[in-house]
Structure formats: C-alpha cells, structure tokens
Antibody, heavy 122, light 109 residues
C-alpha cells in the first residue's frame, strides 16, 4: 500500500526556521517525483515545487522560488520542505503528493500525505 | 501561465441529483494534462480523474470527466451524501508546471 506520512503540526514564531517531512512507503520511493502543495486557511491549492529523490532534481514554482527549499533523502525515503525565516503569511496546511512515475510532463498527483499544519504567530 | 477558472463557485444540489462542474482554461490544454480532485473538509485532496476522462483507482463510475481544448467538465451522475465536498481541476503547464483551479464547493441543498 502506497503511503505518504507527514510530520506533525508546528507552531512557530516569525523569523524562526522549520523543516517538515514526508515519508513514503509501499513503493520504490527514489523513482517517483514528490510535490509539495500549499493550502492557506480557507483557500485553494497551490503547487510549490517537486523533487525527484533519485537524483534530487528539483523544480520550483516561480511564486515559491527562493522562499522555501525542497530536499529528499532517498536512503530513508523521506522528502522535506524547509523555511529559513518564517513569516505569518506562511501559515497554511502543506501537503506532499506523489506523481505517478518518473515522468514530470503531463502528470498529476495520485497519492497525498495527510497534511502538516504550520502556524506562524508572534 | 495557464489560468484555470472553475464554475460555479458553489453548487447547491440534493442527493440523487446530477452535478456538472466546469473548468475553463485561459489557453488550450492537452486533454492528457487535465485532472480533477475531491477534497472533503479537513482531509487531503483525492485524485478522481486524470487525462481528462480516466477514473483513478477505486473511484466510483458515477464520476466522469470530459472535455478538450479549453473546456472541461466533471460530472457526478447521482449524488451520494459523501460527494458533497470541494472539487479542483489541475493542469500541467510550462511555468509553473502545475496549476489548480480555485475550486467548486458542492453543498447539500
């Protein structure tokens, strides 16, 4: 069974750093792209970026380039999303999601993690 | 950037009725690159349809997708109580690689 299990909810102060995780199981983790998707309170879905764990090839949405860092450790089948300096506007639920194979073109998200709520407040 | 516009914003229907949700793209989209998701409040999105009309694994056949070019449709033939949720369309583009529509909320009338 394919599963993506994300780390738990976080409460942080503005200016703090954070790294959240997404552990994949039940499939050949290195050979499937993992995406990160943001959902701000009461809002829709926004694609942030993707990573191919096999070689750490990473692509970012222009809206998130330079704002976050996506990484992966294929040895422990885990992908990460990190911030160096959080802002209140980063308050959201963050989902990881798997693409159905090694291709990036024309893809969609077939399995999703349960989401990680990040709250940034002074 | 291709913008996806979903309509209506909110759709109020009763169980047993037929639901028709629209997703319009600002530029032509390959049918192979259009997907639909369902999100129940408090839960992660779930893939329903990919390549415009292919049902994902385990999705009931009351869900169907159609369309091409700039106009795509998700149809739910007979609404069940568990179908009341928010629905998003999504496409693969160039920059950014993936974009979502703003969502249609399907609520019980």
């Amino acid at each position: 069974e394919v599963q993506l299990v994300q780390s738990g909810a976080e409460v942080k102060k503005p200016g703090e750093s954070l790294k959240i995780s997404c552990k994949g199981s039940g499939y050949n983790f290195p050979n499937y792209w993992i995406a990160w998707v943001r959902q701000m309170p009461g809002k829709g879905l926004e694609w942030m970026g993707v990573i191919y764990p096999s070689d750490s090839d990473t692509r970012y949405s222009p809206s998130f380039q330079g704002q976050v860092t996506i990484s992966a450790d294929k040895s422990i089948t885990t992908a990460y999303l990190q911030w160096s300096s959080l802002q209140a506007s980063d308050t959201a639920v963050y989902y990881c999601a798997r693409l159905p194979g090694p291709q990036l073109i024309g893809r969609y998200f077939d399995y999703w993690g349960q989401g990680t709520l990040v709250t940034v407040s002074a | 950037e291709i913008v996806l516009t979903q309509s209506p914003g909110t759709l109020s229907l009763s169980p047993g009725e037929r639901a028709t949700l629209s997703c319009r793209a600002s530029q032509s989209v390959s049918s192979s690159y259009l997907a639909w998701y369902q999100q129940i409040p408090g839960q992660a999105p779930r893939l329903l349809i990919y390549a415009a009309s292919a049902r994902a694994t385990g999705i009931p056949d009351r869900f169907s997708g159609s369309g091409s070019g700039t106009d795509f449709t998700l149809t739910i033939s007979r609404l069940e109580p568990e179908d009341f949720a928010v629905y998003y369309c999504q496409q693969y583009g160039s920059t950014p690689l993936y974009t979502f529509g703003q969502g249609t909320k399907l609520e019980i009338k």
